[in-house]
């Protein structure tokens, strides 16, 4: 076992933050930054991030046996960058140097068997076991924060679990190892010529395993929004024993085994490796952006195109606040970035009608600029302009936060989906709960912002953005007050009607909604699965349900 240099054979992450440890900020970025903390009274100021020495450890309670010693890790910064995930509050903990509860060890298993046998050893020692993959989450999914009924806890990190390791290019299908990062999964299926398309923000530092267990929202806006559109067969690791479901286009035979894995959180099992369904990339592109003036006028528009049968690969509609978080407006209209793709067609007509959908509800567009990005095959024209500006910013936005949590300002986010016809009264009820709980918690007007990420027929998946500054400025204070937003937050889009959660998962932030949303039936029928699968309750206890046989409930930072 090795207690002091990291086991981790991928480059070094900042424990503290997101990204990898020498990530900075370029000029555009740091002027993009300074504009959001400008708003909450804030400046841009440079401050010491927490350093691995400076903060105190307990001792690891436990000690694996000797044939599985070699794969653990006790080293400092291997447990604290297992300790939690990316959310706001798991970055104000680092920088107060007061972290979530750690791991008492950290694993990283070679191949399947070895994630067996830690399984095996964990049961019999009652030692609890958290699985991770990239560490993006943002609900406390993989925080050690387990009760005190237990030993010792142990994170089982899959890093070294990520091949491609079969390609069926006649069914256009890949079976891939659940540790593989998106750049890592992707590189490898380049070579084929073939593409997963599943982008989520979180894709540089997030897993598909993570994105199975989680139910994570990716790149398309409409038809292919979740990775459960991709998912064909799965692999699950359970102490009781391995589930493996069988490849196949469609079953209607009995309730669908991967739909029990699929969102389960690591609470039933690991996810080893999974078949998805691939792609050829695509050839062909469309992009625009309109501006509206009047935002309900523009959500109308988007529910047209949403309901129009023409499937848009983006169609992200940022009210006029966002645009300002996004820098990419200047608050004063609302933003739709619309995109479609194909590896076989051409686009105009698809564009086409959408502009005109658009136009219909006094959208504005530059119509040269869209001519632009169809201009041909493999054109880079899409990476351009407004739209090209909003993906850039989109996959860099979780960079931003980072030096803002230093000098406590909340940067925080809430996402959830509700129906067509109540979204009107939902939007506004939720931003002003928000709004006031901002106001009580720190004595300021709320910075508070929405864009939709995802789209359906039926309704569309608002994602809110809040900003807010803590009355003395300290982290400390600023933490307090985002656990009353926090909550706010989560009883405000339940109470209205949306869900807990889109694509963000339950974790243990967002288990008091899950409950109240869930029927209490169905948690029992999922408790007892997990009793089969899980008899001894020592996967990532408090996520999602207690275990039959303990009572942990959810002991995240919400509640401790």
């Not at 387990?146 to 390609?167: K, M, Q």
């Not at 095959?377 to 936005?397: L, P």
């Not at 209205?496 to 339950?506: D, Y």
């Amino acid at each position: 076992m090795n207690a002091n240099a990291s086991l981790s054979r991928r480059p070094p992450r900042r424990f503290w933050g997101w990204g990898l440890a020498d990530a900075a900020l370029d000029q555009r970025e740091r002027a993009i930054v300074q504009a959001m903390l400008a708003g909450v009274g804030t400046q841009f100021e440079d401050k010491p991030a927490p350093r691995v020495e400076e903060i105190d450890l307990p001792l690891p309670r436990v000690t694996p046996p000797a044939t599985l010693a070699a794969c653990f890790s006790a080293s400092p910064l291997d447990r604290l960058n297992h300790s939690a995930g990316k959310s706001y509050a798991d970055c104000a903990r680092m920088w107060l140097r007061r972290p979530p509860s750690a791991p008492d060890l950290v694993a990283y298993p070679e191949d399947e068997q070895a994630i067996v046998d830690i399984l095996d050893w964990a049961q019999a020692r009652n030692v609890a076991v958290i699985p991770y993959g990239g560490g993006s989450s943002v609900c406390g999914g993989v925080e050690a924060a387990v009760g005190s009924g237990f030993a010792g806890t142990v994170s089982i990190d899959l890093e070294r679990l990520n091949r491609v390791l079969e390609v069926d290019p006649i069914s256009r299908a890949a079976r891939i190892q659940a540790g593989a990062l998106g750049p890592e999964l992707a590189a490898q299926l380049k070579a084929h010529r073939l593409t997963l398309r599943h982008f989520p923000q979180s894709f540089e530092f997030s897993s598909l395993g993570g994105w199975i267990a989680t139910r994570a929202g990716g790149h398309y806006a409409t038809l292919y929004t979740h990775i459960d559109d991709f998912v064909e067969a799965t692999r699950l690791v359970t102490p009781a024993g391995v589930m493996q479901t069988r490849r196949l286009p469609g079953s209607g035979a009995g309730p669908a085994p991967d739909r029990l894995v699929i969102g389960s959180e690591g609470t039933l099992g690991i996810v080893t490796e999974a078949w998805v369904r691939v792609q050829v990339p695509p050839r062909f592109r469309a992009s625009a952006s309109a501006q509206f003036d009047d935002y309900f006028a523009a959500v109308a528009c988007t529910r047209a195109l949403a309901q129009s049968g023409l499937h848009p690969s983006n169609c992200r509609l940022l009210d006029p606040a966002e645009t300002i978080f996004a820098g990419v407006g200047g608050g004063r209209t609302a933003m739709l970035v619309l995109a479609f793709e194909s590896d076989d067609h051409p686009l105009q007509s698809w564009m086409a009608r959408a502009l005109e959908i658009v136009s219909s509800y006094s959208g504005r567009y530059d119509a040269e600029a869209v001519a632009r990005s169809m201009s041909s095959a493999d054109s880079v024209e899409h990476r351009t302009g407004a739209a090209g500006a909003w993906r850039d910013a989109f996959m860099r936005m979780p960079y931003w936060r980072d030096p803002a949590v230093g000098l406590g300002v909340i940067m925080d986010t809430f996402e959830t989906a509700i129906t067509w016809d109540r979204f009107e009264t939902f939007y506004q009820s939720v931003k002003e709960d928000v709004s006031r709980a901002i106001m009580r918690a720190t004595g300021q007007k709320a910075r508070l912002s929405c864009r939709f990420t995802h789209l359906y027929p039926d309704g569309p998946a608002p994602y809110f953005t809040l900003a807010a500054r803590a009355a003395d400025g300290s982290v400390a204070s600023a933490l307090a007050a985002w656990r009353d937003i926090k909550l706010a937050a989560n009883e405000a889009v339940v109470a209205h009607g949306g869900t807990i959660t889109h694509h963000h998962a339950v974790g243990r932030d967002h288990r008091s909604g899950y409950e109240r949303e869930v029927d209490p039936l169905f948690r029992q029928m999922l408790a007892a699965a997990k009793q089969v699968a899980d008899p001894q309750g020592i996967l990532n206890p408090g996520v999602l349900i207690d275990p039959v046989n303990r009572q942990i409930g959810a002991t995240g930072v919400l509640t401790g």
